[in-house]
């Protein structure tokens, strides 16, 4: 069975210094495909884009709002504002620059949290440029270490020469959504059909492919239809 996200999409944003691969790997996952010849420059932009995310044997059609966060010193002071309605924050840090990583707990964390309750959002910790192992300066011990500092859902490790890690980011991040809708929603069962009335921030809903022709009729009290 087939459910697609309705109403307003999913907002994604990815937080972190200059430098560290965040419109990298947003382009990347945007087009596809990684353009070494593609000259990124660090912008505070969006992006949306679907995705299909398999989880319990059913798949869901999820459209991400990605916003890319500048982490140029001079923006700092305006980045929060990004923030507002994210139920999805992605800290990227570079696995060959320590103080990337440090500004996460001193200066990003901190800084999100004076004007957002971000244990109401999905947390994920992103490790990049991990093809660049031979000045590697932060090892997978210290990203583990700092998920479970913040209470990140997720960790992992990414590069742009690995599309397959930038694609497993998103699928973990589209998981763990999901698994946030099932844990907040009331489940009616009508016959042999299930129907979920999604109760969270943003009223979100499930459009479920396959339905009975009474629908109209029998589901109204759910306000589904």
């Known amino acids: 069975m087939n459910k697609k996200m309705k109403k307003n999409p ?16 947003i382009t990347t ?16 932009d969006k992006y949306k884009k679907e995705i299909k995310v398999k989880h319990n044997n059913q798949t869901y059609d999820l459209l991400l709002e990605i916003w890319n966060s500048a982490g140029n ?18 800290f990227v840090y570079d696995t060959t620059n320590k103080k990337s990583y440090d500004d996460i707990k001193e200066f990003w964390l901190p800084s999100i949290k004076k004007d957002y309750d971000i244990d109401k959002m999905i947390k994920c910790i992103c490790a990049n440029k991990t ?6 300066e932060v090892d997978l011990n210290k990203g583990k270490q700092l998920k479970n500092e913040i209470g990140a859902e997720i960790l992992v ?9 930038i694609e497993n980011l998103f699928q973990q ?3 763990n ?3 946030k809708l099932n844990e907040n929603q009331n489940v009616t069962n009508l016959g042999d059909k299930e129907y979920s009335q999604i109760n969270v921030k943003n009223n979100y809903n499930l459009e479920i492919s396959e339905a009975p022709k009474s629908k109209e009729s029998c589901c109204k009290h759910c306000n589904i239809f």
Not at 131 to 136: G, R
């Open 10 to 25: 999913i907002k994604v944003v990815f937080v972190g210094n200059a430098g560290v691969g965040k419109s990298s790997l």
């Open 29 to 44: 996952f945007i087009k596809d495909t990684h353009d070494s010849e593609q000259n990124y420059q660090i912008s505070s």
């Open 73 to 90: 010193e001079k923006f700092r002071n305006i980045n929060t504002i990004f923030i507002k309605n994210a139920e999805i924050l992605i």
């Open 131 to 136: 093809d660049l192992y031979e000045n590697e």
């Open 157 to 165: 490790e990414t590069s742009i020469k690995d599309f397959e890690s």
């Open 173 to 175: 991040i589209g998981e």
């Open 177 to 179: 959504y999901i698994t």
